[in-house]
């Protein structure tokens, strides 16, 4: 996996030398002052040649290269000294990912920072850069340990894989009940790839894993005692699963949840979730999952 990491950061780099070969060496400015133009540069950078080349899959690889040039990013003292590659990084999270998003943000702070070293506003510029490292390497961590969607496969009564798929989806969160308050959730959604027939039986199957390791089971507890509520672009959505299962709960076509919830996926937007289980004591879960990686994955999804 490192091997193929540092391929991809190589051809990140080579390309990265052509198009800047490639470019124009006039510098875009403001007519009315001599500043660069910021909106202008962004746009150039989302535009780019790399834009078409990289998808969410190689985010992973593009985050790591900025990181590694961090220090010249914060260290520089005028927009010539910024390396042309977290100019790029900054282009591919414009890109690849829709406004709303965390990537999309970070850009925001990658791009206000550099937009306050343009103006000369050094100590600005150094903060914004450092609050924009802090993001990506959050985001980087998350990234490298498997959160987002991938592509997965369905596996016979003596565990080898078939060749018949399904999307996984990877993201954490926290739980508290009782005994404790705000620990460790590690949340799997599943998802059929071709959801196009329109049967009311498809479904979004959620599993919940406390501390990462133990799975919440649902034996002998009522739908009824499970209640879900999503939040997306501040509007709640709420229903009761439509079928329990021993290690997960299903949120059928027919209810409430189905047709928000992944039409908010395809638009790219964060959904956030809070559960609520009270067959004995109250248990709730709340995480957030977005669309990182379902855009290089085929699917075809029918929410009408």
Not at 83 to 88: D, N
Not at 287 to 295: M, Q, V
Request: with cysteine; charged share 25%.
């Amino acid at each position: 996996m490192k091997k193929q990491i540092c391929i991809m950061v190589l051809l990140f780099l080579v390309s990265l030398c052509l198009l800047a070969c490639n470019r124009t060496t006039s510098v875009p400015v403001n007519e009315e002052s001599t500043v660069r133009d910021i909106q202008e540069e962004r746009e150039f950078w989302k535009n780019s040649d790399l834009s078409s080349k990289y998808t969410s899959s190689d985010t992973e690889m593009i985050l790591q290269v900025f990181l590694n040039r961090y220090d010249e990013f914060y260290n520089a003292k005028e927009e010539s000294e910024i390396p042309s590659v977290v100019y790029a990084v900054f282009g591919h999270l414009d890109a690849i990912y829709s406004e709303n998003t965390p990537e999309h943000e970070i850009a925001d702070l990658g791009w206000d920072a550099i937009d306050e070293l343009y103006h000369g506003n050094i100590l600005a510029y150094q903060q914004k850069a450092e609050n924009a490292k802090l993001k990506i390497q959050q985001l980087y961590n998350e990234v490298s340990n498997g959160y987002g969607w991938e592509k997965a496969y369905y596996v016979d009564d003596f565990g080898d894989s078939t060749s018949d798929w399904y999307i996984r989806g990877k993201f954490k969160g926290s739980f508290s009940n009782s005994a404790t308050s705000g620990s460790d959730l590690i949340v799997f959604v599943f998802v059929d790839h071709d959801l196009s027939e329109c049967n009311n039986y498809d479904s979004v199957r959620i599993r919940l894993v406390e501390y990462g390791k133990y799975v919440v089971k649902f034996t002998n507890i009522d739908y009824k005692d499970v209640y879900v509520k999503v939040k997306i672009d501040d509007v709640v959505y709420q229903d009761y699963p439509g079928n329990m299962g021993e290690k997960e709960f299903y949120l059928r076509r027919d209810g409430e949840l189905f047709a928000p919830i992944l039409q908010a996926i395809e638009e790219g937007k964060e959904i956030k979730f809070s559960i609520t289980e009270s067959k004995y004591t109250t248990s709730k879960y709340q995480f957030t999952i977005n669309s990182r990686g379902l855009e290089s994955i085929p699917h075809t999804w029918v929410v009408d």
